[in-house]
């Protein structure tokens, strides 16, 4: 078995999708207009998230939470550079960490307050 896809319920599922594809080069793969405006989004991978906002449950204060207990996290060629453009765009950096083997990880919050980690890796995951 794979991995299909992460979901995050969010407040503006629109606005949140429309950031991300905007900022992170995601893309809608697919589209729900229906109450819940749910919105999957892929990279150029096999990696998705969905997007919603399902009433039936809160959505979570991403913002409260610290962003070890749940974090997107996008790999990057240039740590500092994307970080700087998602400052920008109105992102904020929370912490930014060099590792021993030359890995530069910058943990920010998007507008909405979901931790969003640039991972520029020394050697890749997989």
Same mark, same amino acid.
Request: proline fraction near 5%.
């Given at each position: 078995?794979? @991995? *299909?896809? =992460?979901? =995050?319920? !969010?407040?503006? $599922?629109?606005?949140? &999708?429309?950031?991300?594809?905007?900022?992170?080069? @995601?893309?809608?793969?697919?589209?729900?207009?229906?109450?819940?405006?749910?919105? =999957?989004?892929?990279? +150029?991978?096999?990696?998705?998230? *969905?997007?919603?906002?399902? $009433?039936?449950?809160?959505?979570?204060?991403?913002?409260?939470?610290? $962003?070890?207990?749940l974090?997107?996290?996008?790999?990057?060629?240039d %740590? @500092? %550079? +994307?970080?700087?453009? @998602? %400052?920008? &765009?109105? %992102?904020?950096?929370? *912490?930014?960490?060099?590792?021993? +083997?030359?890995?530069?990880?910058?943990?920010?919050?998007?507008p909405?307050?979901? &931790?969003?980690?640039?991972?520029?890796? &020394?050697?890749?995951? !997989?």
């Open positions: 078995m794979i @991995l *299909e896809h =992460f979901a =995050f319920n !969010v407040a503006d $599922p629109v606005a949140v &999708a429309a950031w991300y594809c905007e900022h992170c080069g @995601l893309r809608v793969v697919r589209h729900a207009p229906e109450r819940a405006q749910t919105h =999957f989004l892929a990279d +150029d991978g096999a990696t998705v998230i *969905e997007i919603y906002c399902n $009433p039936p449950d809160n959505v979570p204060d991403y913002g409260s939470m610290h $962003p070890l207990l974090h997107l996290a996008i790999k990057s060629s %740590a @500092l %550079a +994307d970080s700087k453009r @998602l %400052a920008a &765009a109105g %992102a904020t950096v929370v *912490e930014e960490v060099r590792l021993d +083997d030359g890995s530069h990880l910058v943990m920010m919050r998007d909405w307050g979901l &931790a969003l980690q640039v991972c520029q890796r &020394a050697t890749s995951l !997989v």
